[in-house]
């Protein structure tokens, strides 16, 4: 959001640094086609495990400053490397429905499969990956899961509280996680229900990793 002459007020202000406007500009004509190659460059055709997140803030356009989410893929091959698969800007926050442009650009690009896809719990969000990618299995953020749990829990109650639910997803068995959630039920599912109703609601896409092996 901002131009050339804000880009070289900035560097002098923050860094010290005098470049003229058209030297910018000469920077950024050199570099652009370069960032158009990496975000249009093929992938390989699966990947065993995808990361997708947005991270949100403000752009100033126009005098204006609205709302915008940053589309993060970052994936893990077998042999653990680690990739930034694309990134994506998108004004108006966060949604579904954009998720779904952003995996059918990663299929255009060559992606076909996805064994774990990890996400947050965005509505909607599963049935994009799904409908993008349907033998993939979708694992939500255990931390996300957390945070809305804890939303309206008493602060008195909140060091026993998420000590109960880190029993669910430590749990190495899903036997041993239901149980564990039956427990928390037991012990606090009167005054909190609805943080069991969450995690029974979810609790597929959850505890999803308890279906993979624990390394030897």
């Not at 694309?86 to 499969?113: P, T």
């Not at 979810?202 to 390394?215: G, I, K, S």
């Amino acid at each position: 959001g901002n131009s050339v002459e804000d880009v070289r007020r900035l560097l002098e202000d923050i860094y010290g640094v005098s470049i003229s406007a058209g030297r910018i500009s000469q920077i950024t004509d050199k570099v652009l086609p370069e960032i158009q190659e990496w975000r249009t460059r093929s992938l390989q055709s699966f990947y065993p495990i995808v990361y997708l997140d947005a991270i949100h803030f403000k752009v100033r356009q126009d005098g204006k400053y609205t709302n915008s989410a940053f589309y993060t893929v970052y994936s893990v091959d077998w042999e653990g490397n680690r990739d930034v698969l694309g990134l994506y800007i998108n004004s108006g926050g966060e949604g579904a429905k954009k998720w779904g442009m952003v995996m059918e650009d990663l299929k255009s690009r060559g992606v076909s499969d996805i064994l774990v896809v990890c996400t947050d719990d965005l509505q909607g969000f599963s049935d994009q990956i799904q409908e993008a990618f349907p033998a993939s299995i979708v694992q939500k953020c255990i931390v996300h899961q957390i945070r809305n749990s804890l939303k309206y829990v008493d602060e008195a109650d909140k060091k026993a509280v998420i000590k109960d639910l880190r029993q669910v997803y430590t749990s190495t068995t899903e036997e041993s996680a239901k149980t564990a959630l039956s427990a928390f039920e037991a012990a606090w599912g009167k005054k909190y229900k609805y943080i069991v109703k969450q995690w029974r609601e979810n609790w597929t896409e959850l505890m999803a990793f308890l279906d993979f092996p624990l390394p030897m």
